[in-house]
C-alpha cells in the first residue's frame, strides 16, 4: 500500500501543535531515535504488519522534531543492531520487512547494549548534529523504545539509563502486551539520575491506539524534560 503523505503532513501538524500546547517552540530541534524490539515473542506484530503501522506513525513525529527528515533505527535482541538505513519519506513503504526482517534474525531480550550503542553514537561521534565528546551536546536526542517484554540485563540497563541522565537524552519506554513490566515502571523512577530523563507507559494493544493517544503518550513528560534540561544547560540549542 503506497504511502498517505497527506496524512503524515496531518499526523506531524498534530505533533507540533502538541509541541506549541506543551510550551515548546515549534522549532526546538532533537534527533528521534526509535528503538525496536526483535525478540522471538515480536515475531507476530512483524508477520501482521503492526510494526510497520507503528514505523508509519513514529515518522512524522520525526519530522516534527528533527528537520533532517529521517529517524534513526535500531532493533535489539540479546544483542542489538542499527539498521544501515534510517526511516525517511522516500523509503517508509515497506521498510520493516526491507530492512529489519529480511536482514536480521530475532533472539531473546537485553536493553543495556543497544542504550549504549545509541549513547556511544551521539555523544562520541559527529553527525548531522555535530554532537561531541563534550559535556554539553548541541541538541537533545529523543528515544522511542518499544518492547513486549522484560528483559534479562537490569542492572546494566539501570546503569545506563542513570549515564544517559547526565547528557542530553530522554528515553520514552513503550510496553506492548499483557506482561506487568516492573522493571520498565522501576526505570521510570530509577534514583541515582542527573535529572529524571525517562518515562514509561503501558499499551495492551498497540494496534487500537490512535494517533492522537500514541502522540500524547510520547508527549507527557518530555517537554518538562525538556525545559529542566535546557536550564541546566545539557544541550546548547
Do not use: C
Not at 522549532?27 to 515473542?41: G, K
Not at 540479546?78 to 526491507?98: F, M, S
Not at 562520541?124 to 522511542?144: A, H
Amino acid at each position: 500500500m503506497a504511502i498517505n503523505l497527506n496524512k503524515i503532513n496531518l499526523q506531524k501538524e498534530k505533533v507540533i501543535n502538541l509541541k506549541k500546547s506543551n510550551g515548546m517552540t515549534t522549532e526546538a530541534p532533537a534527533q528521534v531515535v526509535l528503538v525496536l524490539d526483535f525478540s522471538y515473542s515480536m515475531g507476530l506484530l512483524y508477520q501482521d504488519n503492526t510494526v510497520q503501522t507503528v514505523v508509519e506513525t513514529i515518522l512524522p513525529f520525526g519530522l516534527a522534531f528533527d528537520d533532517n527528515g529521517e529517524v534513526d533505527t535500531y532493533i535489539f535482541e540479546t544483542g542489538y543492531k542499527k539498521i544501515a538505513q534510517p526511516i525517511t519519506l522516500k523509503n517508509l513503504e515497506g521498510y520493516v520487512d526491507r530492512e529489519i526482517v529480511k536482514k536480521h534474525k530475532m533472539g531473546a531480550t537485553n536493553y543495556a547494549p543497544v542504550l549504549e550503542a545509541i549513547y556511544q553514537d551521539f555523544v562520541k561521534t559527529k553527525g548531522f548534529f555535530n554532537f561531541s565528546s563534550s559535556s554539553q551536546m548541541d541538541y537533545p536526542v529523543y528515544i522511542i523504545f518499544i518492547t513486549d517484554g522484560n528483559n534479562g540485563d537490569r542492572n546494566s540497563t539501570e546503569e545506563i539509563v542513570r549515564k544517559m541522565s547526565e547528557k542530553a537524552f530522554f528515553i520514552q519506554f513503550i510496553g506492548i502486551g499483557s506482561e506487568k513490566f516492573e522493571f520498565l515502571d522501576r526505570l521510570d523512577n530509577l534514583s541515582g539520575r542527573k535529572i529524571d530523563n525517562a518515562n514509561f507507559f503501558k499499551v495492551s494493544d498497540i494496534r487500537k491506539m490512535t494517533d492522537d493517544q500514541l502522540y500524547n503518550g510520547l508527549m507527557n513528560e518530555y517537554p518538562s524534560w525538556y525545559q529542566l534540561a535546557k536550564k541546566m544547560q545539557l544541550f546548547k540549542k
